[in-house]
């Protein structure tokens, strides 16, 4: 039946596995990449040994080339954050802390993952020669893509060594800038007469996003920024609150306008993002079967109460073909890697069909970002950050949605509708992930609200320095390259060498969580608030899906902050509750020719004395879209009220007749 939770389901993971390797021969010029080291050992850069060389290779490159220093630092916290990632190239071949383009050699380098011609002894040569056969001439890229070619001209520096060695590589982005500034001729040494060097240095060939980019390098310039990388160098920019840009050299650069949305379609979007319409089809395709979403009239017949983040596990060009696909799935927006371009596809008053559970569905929108979670440094790029914090701040003020995890969730966070769905739901956008910049975007970072007596503690790990051991990111029992990860790790007792937490849901036959990069049975996501139920030395202990988890959270670098709110408790006299899935109204609220849908326990039992944290609370709702025909459409509401709470990595819902709510301290 449609309209059901078995027909909304999330995209399989061999469908998904299968589009990531048709994408493969559609990403020319786009490149993919894995982590630094995944397909052998990590990629040689030279060293850096001070913890302050970083700095002082910006400052050296900036003297040499006549560019301001704030400005070649601003430039470069936009395209790296500072980060070389062991020289392993973004999705659009960028390489270094100053992303210098080289797409053909991005491209020949890229790891294979799944591809039908790889030996599964790990010899893919017969898919990297068919690859190279494919590889375009340099010609045929982009200038936009060609950028560390022109900064070889203009340094006289070997390409391999602009490729490897950061220090060469911030010289190169040097003096790129200078050349781009010469071009338009000005001469200045102030850092506002800079901003149309900067959006040249973006490569869009478009004024709206090349404007985007030098207005967020400008952002940072005017806040200021201090950052460990990951590599360990210390790097800080001083704020400059005054700092105006003269937004009038963009006029000078050439570019064109962007093009307005296809078929007059209304962009939701915030005016400072650049956003394209790719409308997802609403269509019949025979048998009586429809896609790929549903028409609604949100949030006047349900509110939206959450914004679903999602990753595609594909590329832009295969996420889009995706979407025009009626017999597909959908979501509302796609965000590319490469500049943070936002495509709208469903308008937010209707109901797509991205989370795998059709409760979320009906009340949530749906952001996908092009990118493998098993490959941060080549797909979660600032660009991305930014433009989704942007889209995301200005859909959470249109629908009255606070800017917290309760809200601002991950498809990773979103439920299984019943016992059986459980192993199936997503792991996306996973634990390197770093929720903690996003949300530092969004305006609201997570600080302490409470001292040790407030009851709860947010998870908040050091991002770069937090780096645990993840498995699976390439091959099965493979390890990942080390990186900076948003999750902390749950033991059943305060000591690494404890077994991990279990997951009853993931594995009903008992069996333990593991490390691996996709397994959510054991963790614990930056942002997410949880009651405390013991502090033993360097660790604090959390209820989490109805035994104790902990974690170690040392206060020389901890872990986690103190925080309070709300939380839910048996009632009393109860053993336990049962934990649902979505909030289905009783029985008794169905009409006529509406089928009850079941509100099945899933398999967690929250014990008495045991709390766990409140987000939402609702009223029972079931959006019934059965057909094509809107006119059997309905929406039916309950009397029942339910909590959601985090119950887990994920959250879940409990009927507000089976707990207490209190405050977390008392």
Not at 651 to 664: H, I, K, L
Request: proline share 8%; hydrophobic share 35%; charged share 25%.
């Amino acid at each position: 039946m449609r309209g059901s939770d078995e027909k909304r389901t999330p995209r399989s993971r061999a469908r998904r596995a299968a589009t990531a390797v048709a994408a493969a021969a559609l990403l020319l010029p786009l490149v993919s990449a894995a982590p630094s080291g995944t397909a052998g050992q990590p990629r040689a850069t030279a060293a850096l040994p001070a913890a302050d060389a970083l700095q002082q290779a910006f400052a050296d490159a900036a003297a040499r080339y006549g560019v301001p220093q704030s400005v070649l630092l601003g430039v470069a916290y936009m395209e790296s954050r500072w980060d070389g990632h062991d020289g392993a190239p973004s999705v659009s071949g960028g390489y270094g802390p100053m992303h210098l383009t080289d797409a053909r050699t991005a491209l020949a380098e890229r790891p294979h993952h799944g591809d039908g011609d790889e030996d599964p002894r790990g010899d893919d040569s017969r898919a990297r020669k068919r690859v190279r056969a494919q590889l375009p001439t340099a010609t045929e890229v982009p200038a936009r893509l060609r950028t560390l070619e022109r900064a070889a001209r203009l340094t006289g520096l070997p390409a391999e060594r602009l490729r490897r060695d950061a220090a060469a590589n911030i010289r190169g982005g040097a003096a790129l800038l200078a050349d781009a500034q010469r071009r338009l001729g000005v001469r200045s040494a102030d850092p506002a007469r800079w901003y149309g060097a900067v959006a040249r240095y973006s490569g869009a060939d478009d004024a709206r996003t090349a404007a985007g980019f030098a207005d967020d390098v400008y952002d940072v310039l005017r806040r200021g920024q201090s950052r460990t990388t990951g590599s360990g160098q210390r790097v800080t920019l001083g704020a400059a609150p005054g700092l105006a840009a003269d937004r009038a050299q963009l006029g000078r650069l050439g570019l064109r306008s962007a093009a307005a949305p296809a078929g007059g379609s209304r962009l939701e979007c915030p005016r400072t993002v650049s956003c394209v319409s790719v409308p997802a089809p609403y269509e019949e395709f025979g048998d009586g079967d429809y896609g790929n979403h549903d028409k609604a009239d949100r949030p006047r017949d349900q509110r939206i109460d959450a914004i679903v983040i999602h990753d595609t596990e594909g590329s832009w060009e295969t996420t889009l073909k995706l979407i025009k696909d009626p017999t597909y799935v959908s979501w509302h927006y796609t965000i590319r890697s490469a500049d943070g371009l936002i495509a709208q596809h469903v308008p937010t008053k209707d109901v797509a069909w991205h989370a795998g559970n059709w409760y979320v569905n009906a009340h949530s929108v749906g952001i996908e970002h092009e990118g493998f979670l098993a490959a941060p440094d080549a797909w979660y790029t600032e660009a991305m950050y930014r433009a989704s914090a942007r889209l995301v701040r200005y859909l959470a003020h249109r629908y009255d949605l606070p800017l917290d995890r309760q809200h601002i969730i991950g498809h990773d966070n979103v439920p299984g509708t019943t016992p059986a769905t459980i192993k199936g739901m997503h792991t996306d956008p996973g634990p390197y992930w770093d929720w903690a910049h996003y949300f530092r975007l969004l305006g609201q970072p997570f600080v302490p609200t409470a001292g040790p007596g407030g009851g709860l503690v947010t998870v908040r790990p050091d991002y770069d320095r937090h780096r645990p051991v993840y498995t699976d990111c390439v091959k099965p029992g493979q390890p990942c390259a080390p990186h900076g990860s948003t999750a902390v790790r749950l033991y059943t007792e305060p000591s690494e060498s404890a077994p991990l937490v279990k997951d009853i849901g993931l594995r009903p036959d008992g069996s333990p969580s593991t490390t691996g990069v996709n397994d959510t049975g054991a963790r614990a996501t930056t942002g997410q608030r949880y009651a405390v139920a013991e502090r033993r030395g360097e660790w604090t202990a959390i209820w989490y899906l109805g035994q104790k988890a902990w974690f170690h959270n040392p206060a020389e670098r901890p872990t986690a902050v103190d925080a309070k709110g709300l939380v839910i408790t048996p009632k009393a006299g109860r053993a336990d509750i049962p934990v649902y899935g979505r909030a289905y109204p009783e029985q008794a609220a169905y009409p006529a020719g509406v089928p009850v849908q079941a509100v099945t326990p899933l398999p967690y039992k929250l014990l008495s004395g045991q709390r766990y944290t409140v987000g939402n609370r609702v009223h029972g709702e079931y959006f019934y879209a059965p057909t094509y025909d809107l006119s059997r459409h309905a929406v039916v509401r309950g009397k029942d009220v339910y909590y959601e709470i985090q119950v887990g990595h994920r959250v879940g819902y409990v009927r507000a007749a089976d707990v207490d709510v209190r405050p977390s301290g008392k």
